[in-house]
Structures are given as C-alpha cells and as structure tokens.
C-alpha cells in the first residue's frame, strides 16, 4: 500500500498514475467522487478522459476494502482516488442531513475508520500494488465553521492511520514527488 499526499491541485493523482504505470499495466481505478453539480461533472468527466482507456474504474464510496478484495482482477493494481473524497461522502450519508450542531462527530468517525481499517487491511492483503490519493489538510488555518473544524480532524486522523500502515508515503508538491517514508 502507497500513499500519495498533497494539497489541493498538487497533482497528487497523476502522480500516483505515473507511479503505478511502472509496476502494472493493468489497473482498477476506484473513484470516490459523486457528481454534485456540472462543474463536478466536468472534473469527473476530464479525469475519465485522461486515464488510459483500457483501465477499468469502479465508482463508489462505501465498502472499498470489498470492492478490492472482489472487484480486483488477479494482474490489476489499483488507485484510490481520492480518500479525502471518501471520507466526505461517508460523512454526508452518515449524517442523514441533520445540522452539523446536532451530530455526534465521535460516533460518526468511528463508523468512517472501520471503513478506513477495511480499506488498510484489503491494501495490505492484495498482491499488486494499491495506491491511496488524499489530500493533506493538516498545513492550512482552522476552519472557522464546526463541520469543516470536525472533517478536517476525521481525515487528518485517518491519513496518519493510512501513513502508519503504508509500505511508501509520498508528498507531492506542485507536481513534484517527494518520497517521505
């Protein structure tokens, strides 16, 4: 298992491709992203067209340790892309909509980190190479808002969760690679 850490727009993603290229030649791509409104739609359909064509993608956010251990064919590393997005979209469904003030963050991340341990322990089971694309929020101010405040905190954590179980941990920065671990 790689990890593969940036800011926003750092090139985190393509830089994991690249990587991943030299190792296999056939990969799952597993994308977290949903389709929120058409600006999303247009990121999601610019990465489609980027990645080669003979990749297959799974799109989804939920039970992603399964779709690795099942979904996986025997020659395909994969690239999870993005964690972060992962994590969004398991907050928002767990929240069933209700406001930010009334959930029970404690009780939500606990649920978002046993999907986290499944992920690490599918990745570190499989025998192709498996890259996980996040974002690194940990450089930037505190949120003001309360939500914002609590997502960072649930992601921050399970990045350092990600990097602890990870065989490479690599920071890009500006499109630049830096090996960290």
């Known amino acids: 298992?790689?990890?593969?850490?940036?800011?926003?727009?750092?090139?985190?993603?393509?830089?994991?491709?690249r990587l991943l290229t030299k190792q296999c030649e056939q990969v799952l791509y597993i994308a977290t992203a949903q389709v929120t409104d058409e600006e999303m739609a247009a990121?999601?359909?610019?990465?489609?067209?980027?990645?080669?064509?003979?990749?297959?993608?799974?799109?989804?956010?939920?039970?992603?340790?399964?779709?690795?251990?099942?979904?996986?064919q025997p020659q395909e590393g994969v690239i999870l892309e993005c964690v972060t997005t992962l994590i969004a979209n398991l907050l928002f469904d767990l929240s069933g909509g209700v406001s930010p003030d009334e959930l029970d963050f404690t009780s939500l991340e606990v649920i978002i980190h046993h999907q986290i341990d499944d992920l690490v322990d599918a990745s570190l089971m499989c025998?192709?190479?498996?890259?996980?694309?996040?974002?690194e929020l940990?450089?930037?101010?505190?949120?003001?808002?309360?939500?914002?405040?609590?997502f960072v905190d649930i992601a921050g954590r399970a990045n350092q969760k990600l990097a602890q179980a990870a065989k490479e941990v690599w920071l890009i920065v500006s499109g630049i690679g830096v090996k960290i671990k």
């Open 43 to 72: 990121r999601i359909k610019r990465h489609k067209q980027e990645r080669p064509a003979h990749w297959r993608t799974w799109e989804g956010h939920q039970n992603l340790g399964s779709v690795i251990r099942q979904h996986r």
């Open 1 to 17: 298992m790689i990890l593969v850490t940036g800011g926003a727009r750092s090139g985190k993603s393509s830089y994991a491709e």
């Open 138 to 150: 940990g450089m930037g101010i505190t949120p003001e808002n309360r939500l914002a405040r609590h």
């Open 127 to 135: 025998p192709m190479p498996v890259y996980l694309v996040t974002n």
